[in-house]
């Protein structure tokens, strides 16, 4: 019970840094700070545009695959693994 | 039968022998078979096909075309049907998966100990998901009607008629399969088009980098750049910053397109289709990457569309195109009447503008974008024979796995669950198959006779699944006290509220002239329009459930045991009934 509580604890804890992460690149560059980012260019993109239309789907891609490894590390941490 | 039309014909059929091969290979013997496959997809094969089956003709057909002219503001659809997944993935499919049964309600039902709640939840999906294949069906039609010039109902026939044979022998487990091999046709269809688009306009083969690089005609103009001053001399608002309705409005349209996605039951159940909790945490990653690939290409298209448009009516600024000398694609549009031109000035040249006073293009459908954009570019005719494909492998794709969600619903959750639980476990398959058949008639008919309110509609689903599904079951995970009547306050209210809203801008079922508030944007809840409306009604659904369920007492002790069991990987079987 006691190990469990912990590992729910920690899996909590790496769920909200996915979703800080998640809200950051999204709403955060693509929506609200749109207009500042937008003074700075990459390439011929500007900058907030880009995180709208192409940098959040690489960041929930990466996050995706990243909360998984984690979640497998912890898993086994907690040998709490499926047999 | 000229070259287009051979090639459109090998393309589509050669297709479709494809799919029915697979589904014969792969047809179902058991209900596990035919709900979710047995329990044995890996996690890539079931990334493709959660992406066919996400993909449908809307993402296929209408998305590009909708960025093309919302510029910016359709950045919420790039942003709204991808982020979904990483809710999906961090706060559903494992605990769904782990818990391990066959459909959505069936999950609600255990959670909530109620079948009060389980048939809420069969009813929400079945509006859901009926909504979305009327739209399905009507891409059929037109795709058939417009490559293969046979006639809209026909075309809709032959449409029913291959995702009967593969979806209803197949079950989950033939669709599934033929959903990897549409996954291909599709993603072909669509990124060798931007491909070819791409290295016209700007010399760089990637889409996803031409969209951010000069011009190959030796300006050395960005692409963004010249399309920024080229909408904005035609009067239309600047394409990179052009918002929808506002930040507040966009923020709530693309957060209720997120959670409507992680809500949806046809995505959530292939989640119960693969081996283990590992795997279905990782098949949200690959399902991702395989939706990436369309959703980064995208914008590409809309925008070097858009750019293709209007470079073909206005080649250099103040010099316009002659009606008389108009391209063949302009003229097969034309005769759909999806593409207007009317000589206002009477100058013989085609004049476009914002200012709908001096504006002689007085209808371009968005919808035409993506299937015309190879035409426009002059690409050869192998290539827009693929794109006919791609477009029917989209929509028959998304078709098949939300009839399996409504079938699933009515045979295991209404009739196996509730009507007559000691139905046996053939009659039950039997069951399942006999409903689909109804449900593709059923969708069939509406697409032959789309009711006025099909349009509006999508919005609906979306917001029933945002305002209903995702709070009660992330709920039921997150919070072990959360009881059976609170969730059933909380999805009722959610959803009534959401529809409320829907209703009161945009009328009774849609029917014009019903709405008490007018559909007009001065009456608008702090400016949020209907479509983005899903989000509140979450946000309603949380905060009743937390307070009822303050006010009733928590979840009984046996229900928090539930919870913290499928909290946890350890132990998990495969997807099994009982």
Known sequence: METQNSYWAENLRLILICLAIWFVSSFGFGLLLVEPLNEIRLGGYKLGFWFAQQGSIYVFVALVFWYSSQMNKLDKKYNVEES | ??????????????????????????????????????????????????????????????????????????????????????????????????????????????????????????????IASLTYIIGQMKGVGVAFSRFLEVDYGLGLGIGMMVVWVYAVLGGMKGITYTQIAQYCVLIFAYTI????????????????????????????????????????????????????????????????????????????????????????????????????????????????????????????????????????????????????????????????????????????????????????????????????????????????????????????????????PDMSEKNELLAGRIVMTLSILVAGYLGLHPPGFAAGTVALAFGLAASSIFPALMMGIFSKKMSGKAAVAGMCSGIGITMLYVFQHKGIMFIPGTSFLGDMGENWFFGISPNAFGAVGALVNFAVAFIVCKLTGDAPKEIQQLVENFRIPKGAGAAHNH
């Open chain 2, 1 to 126: 039968m000229d070259e287009l039309k051979l090639y459109t014909y090998i393309a589509v059929f050669g297709s479709f022998a494809l799919y029915f091969a697979i589904a014969w290979w792969a047809r179902a013997g058991s209900t596990s078979d035919f709900y979710v496959a047995g329990g044995g997809v890996t996690p890539i094969q079931n990334g493709m096909a959660i992406g066919a089956d996400w993909m449908s003709a809307a993402s296929f057909i209408s998305m590009a075309g909708l960025i093309a002219f919302l510029g910016y503001g359709g950045s919420v659809f790039l942003m709204g049907w991808t982020g979904g997944y990483v809710l999906l993935a961090t706060l559903l499919a494992p605990y769904m998966r782990k818990h391990g049964k066959f459909t959505v309600p069936e999950f609600i039902s255990d959670r909530y100990y109620s079948k009060t709640a389980r048939i809420v939840a069969v009813i929400c999906l079945i």
């Open chain 2, 193 to 420: 088009p931007a491909v070819f688009i791409s290295l016209q306009l700007t010399g760089n083969p990637i889409p996803q980098l031409g969209l951010g690089s000069t011009l190959a005609d030796g300006s050395g103009v960005y692409l963004l750049d010249k399309l920024d001053s080229v909408v904005t001399d035609l009067g239309f608002k600047e394409y990179t910053t052009d918002n929808l309705g506002g930040t507040l409005n966009m923020f709530a349209y693309t957060m209720s397109l997120m959670i409507g996605t992680a809500g949806l039951p046809h995505v959530i159940m292939r989640f119960f289709t693969v081996p283990s909790v590992k795997a279905a945490r990782s098949s949200a990653g690959y399902a991702l990457v395989f939706i990436a690939l369309l959703y980064t290409v995208a914008p590409a298209v809309g925008a070097m569309a858009r750019y293709n448009l209007i470079n073909t009516i206005e080649p250099t600024a103040g010099q316009h195109m002659d009606y008389s000398e108009r391209p063949q694609w302009f003229k097969d549009w034309e005769k759909t009447g999806l593409l207007q031109f009317e000589d206002k000035n009477n100058d013989g040249k085609v004049q476009y503008s914002a200012d709908p006073k001096t504006n002689e293009m007085v209808k371009v459908d968005r919808d035409i974008m993506v299937l015309a954009n190879p035409a426009i570019a002059n690409l050869p005719n192998w290539v827009i024979a693929l794109v006919a494909a791609g477009g029917l492998a989209a929509a028959l794709s998304t078709a098949a796995g939300l009839l399996l969600a409504i079938s699933s619903s009515v045979s295991h959750d209404l009739m196996k669950g509730v009507l007559t």
